[in-house]
């Protein structure tokens, strides 16, 4: 459904998978495998879902969490899992391992050649840019993620409402065409915490909205090769 949301406006987008078969965490966010199907028909598996996506022209990638346990080991596993159930490299990361050692995974994505990386979030500019930049491993490029929806939307957060947060985008997007640079989105398809937790009860909707007022506005939606490509700069750096 949300890729289809996207597909219907001519957008593609990145979805980032938790690898499979993982120790158990207190987000129990990996207890299924690439052979659990969806409870509607057709029944279709997970693996084929995410080929189906990537044959549409979607990007895979994998999320990294805190069930790694920071061990070199699980890492690996987790990127190996999803390269090989679909085929496919991983060009692309996620994970919430960056918050506590920076160093450490930079080097991780420049020994795994991955060449995007979409950690970096904050609700707005806070970072201090709106453009991507390239990483302290000197390969890949990090792209400040400024409208995280769980930040957005969850009660011990900002708690905004529906239209509250399509206020939100909007303002962000007068800065982005006034100021250039991108912004990158995240949304979770899957509500990870309990409906209690948020003002809205339909985040598919919200995001529907949300595409729409970047279509209205005539704003590209890249790939990020192709956002690379668009905001790729020349930077001299001495004595590095």
């Not at 299924?32 to 084929?48: E, H, S």
């Not at 070199?72 to 987790?78: A, G, L, V």
């Not at 930079?106 to 950690?119: C, G, K, P, T």
């Not at 993620?145 to 011990?156: C, E, G, R, S, W």
Request: aromatic share 12%; net charge neutral; proline share 4%.
């Amino acid at each position: 459904d949300w890729a289809r949301a996207e597909e219907e406006l001519g957008f593609r987008s990145v979805f980032f998978v938790f690898a499979p078969d993982r120790a158990r965490t207190f987000r129990d966010d990996a207890r299924y495998t690439f052979d659990d199907r969806n409870a509607v028909r057709p029944k279709i598996t997970l693996a084929a879902a995410l080929k189906r996506l990537i044959d549409k022209g979607f990007l895979i990638g994998p999320h990294l969490s805190r069930s790694s346990g920071y061990v070199r080991e699980e890492i690996d596993r987790e990127f190996d899992s999803v390269c090989g159930e679909l085929k496919s490299t991983v060009t692309a990361t996620r994970n919430h391992w960056l918050w506590i050692r920076y160093s450490d995974w930079y080097q991780i994505l420049l020994e795994r050649q991955v060449d995007f990386d979409f950690n970096q979030v904050s609700v707005g500019y806070a970072k201090g840019t709106s453009f991507p930049y390239l990483s302290t491993n000197h390969h890949t490029m990090v792209f400040p993620t400024v409208y995280p929806d769980d930040a957005i939307l969850a009660k011990n957060r900002l708690f905004l409402s529906e239209e509250q947060a399509l206020e939100l985008l909007s303002s962000q997007l007068d800065s982005l065409q006034e100021y250039g640079g991108c912004i990158a989105l995240s949304f979770h398809p899957a509500r990870d915490t309990p409906a209690s937790n948020f003002r809205i009860t339909n985040k598919l909707r919200l995001y529907r909205r949300i595409l729409a007022e970047i279509h209205r506005r005539e704003i590209p939606v890249y790939l990020p090769a192709e956002g690379r490509d668009v905001f790729s700069r020349e930077v001299a750096c001495d004595g590095w």
